[in-house]
Structures are given as C-alpha cells and as structure tokens.
C-alpha cells in the first residue's frame, strides 16, 4: 500500500504531539534527522532534561515513519 506524503506528515504531527512534552526542540529536532544520541550530545542539541531513554524512542519513532514512507513509496516516485 502507498503512503502519500499526507500521510506521512500525519504520522510526524502525532510522533510530534507524542514526544515534544518530553524533549526539548532541539532534541526533536536531532531525532527527526536521526543522529545518534552521542552525535546530539556532540553538536550541543539536548538540554539536560532530555534523557537518553526519551531521545532514543523519539529518533525510533521517526526512523519507522520514515523507513514505512520509503517502502510504501508509489512506484513513480521511485524512479526520480
């Protein structure tokens, strides 16, 4: 099944409303572009309330909406 990018921006606007009451937003934002924890700690995007154990949940949560957007791609937007 295709996920449209309507979809996808759904998917991000509720991993959004679920982890932004737990991370900062730079935090939010280190994990929609998937850095590891260390590589976030390293370019000073977490603050000292963002766990480790928060900040890695959110970056899977983002990873899956991601990886499902990629596979579920309609084959036309593939051969771009």
Same mark, same amino acid.
Do not use: C, F
């Given at each position: 099944m295709a996920m449209t990018s309507a979809v996808k921006k759904k998917l991000v606007r509720?991993?959004?409303? @679920?982890?932004?009451?737990?991370?900062? &937003?730079?935090a939010l934002v280190a994990a929609k572009e998937h850095l590891t924890y260390?590589? *976030?700690?390293?370019k000073g995007m977490l603050t000292e309330?963002?766990? &480790? &154990? @928060?900040?890695? *949940?959110? @970056?899977?949560g983002h990873i899956e909406v991601t990886l499902a957007y990629i +596979?579920? +791609?309609?084959?036309?937007?593939? +051969? @771009?």
């Open positions: 509720v991993w959004y409303e @679920r982890h932004s009451p737990n991370l900062s &937003q730079t260390e590589e *976030a700690i390293i309330t963002d766990t &480790q &154990q @928060r900040y890695i *949940a959110a @970056r899977e +596979k579920g +791609k309609p084959s036309s937007l593939m +051969k @771009r």
